[in-house]
């Protein structure tokens, strides 16, 4: 069964692809309820047992993120690391950065690139 397979069984808004030995987990526009939940199991099910040198979290698709949801994805992120891979934050929109520095979050210990190619490319990872 593929990741991608894994990620639609457990939920069909939380997907994610693998490039080389990197995981891309792309994060549904909402993450209240069970969503962070669902985000957690399917990002560590998917790094279980194989080897991963980063994962990457999409986020462009979030439209609002709360200083708790933010914690949430860094919590994952930690995880994540302590697994031994890298985790990238990619297309957080500028609004919702603004927001979490004027509500003085902890924005310490996560890496974020602009976008997915800026992150496969601090990676080294070839697209063609």
Not at 39 to 60: N, P, Y
Not at 73 to 98: D, E, W, Y
Request: glycine share 10%; proline share 2%; charged share 20%.
């Amino acid at each position: 069964m593929s990741d991608l397979d894994l990620k639609a069984s457990a939920s069909r808004s939380v997907t994610s692809t693998r490039i080389s030995d990197c995981l891309i987990v792309t994060v549904p526009d909402d993450l209240g309820g069970s969503q962070m939940d669902v985000l957690r199991d399917a990002t560590l099910q998917a790094i279980h047992g194989v080897s991963t040198r980063a994962v990457i979290f999409e986020l462009s698709s979030l439209r609002f993120l709360d200083s708790e949801e933010f914690y949430g994805l860094k919590s994952i992120a930690h995880m994540t690391q302590r697994l031994g891979s890298t985790s990238i934050f990619v297309g957080l929109h500028p609004g919702i950065v603004a927001h979490l520095v004027q509500a003085d979050a902890d924005l310490g210990g996560i890496k974020a690139e602009l976008g997915l190619s800026d992150a496969l490319r601090s990676l080294s990872v070839g697209l063609g």
